[in-house]
């Protein structure tokens, strides 16, 4: 098993930042590719971004450039930092771990950008 808790939400001003958390505990060895997704009210929960056990990353064309995914292992915690927020990127924020059975999810941490 796997647990992730997030951590880093809250609220702030448009063209804000924001670094996000996500510590793992547990069997954090079968753990390969983690990622961020994001839920708005209303919509699908979609990709913010993916880091493999390698170090390559990913993003939607929606964050490319704001957004910088990252990992320490040594720490067992994954970041997500969020440059020049808009309105449009308040959702929750969740933290995936893809494992080799299962995939794991944290509770999730809200972000809210005014305007």
């Known amino acids: 098993q796997v647990q992730l808790v997030e951590s880093g939400g809250g609220l702030v001003q448009a063209g804000g930042s924001l670094r996000l958390s996500c510590v793992a505990s547990?069997?954090?060895?079968?753990?390969?590719?983690m990622g961020w997704y994001r839920q708005a009210p209303g919509k699908q929960r979609e990709l913010v971004a993916v880091?493999?056990?390698?170090?390559?990353?990913n993003y939607p064309d929606a964050v490319k450039g704001r957004f910088t995914i990252s990992r320490d292992n040594a720490k067992n915690t994954m970041y997500l930092q969020m440059n020049s927020l808009k309105p449009e990127d308040t959702a929750v924020y969740y933290c995936?771990?893809?494992?080799?059975?299962?995939?794991?999810w944290g509770q999730g941490t809200q972000v809210t950008v005014s305007s």
């Open positions: 547990g069997s954090i060895s079968s753990i390969n590719a």
């Open positions: 880091i493999t056990s390698g170090g390559s990353t």
């Open positions: 995936k771990g893809w494992g080799r059975s299962y995939d794991y």
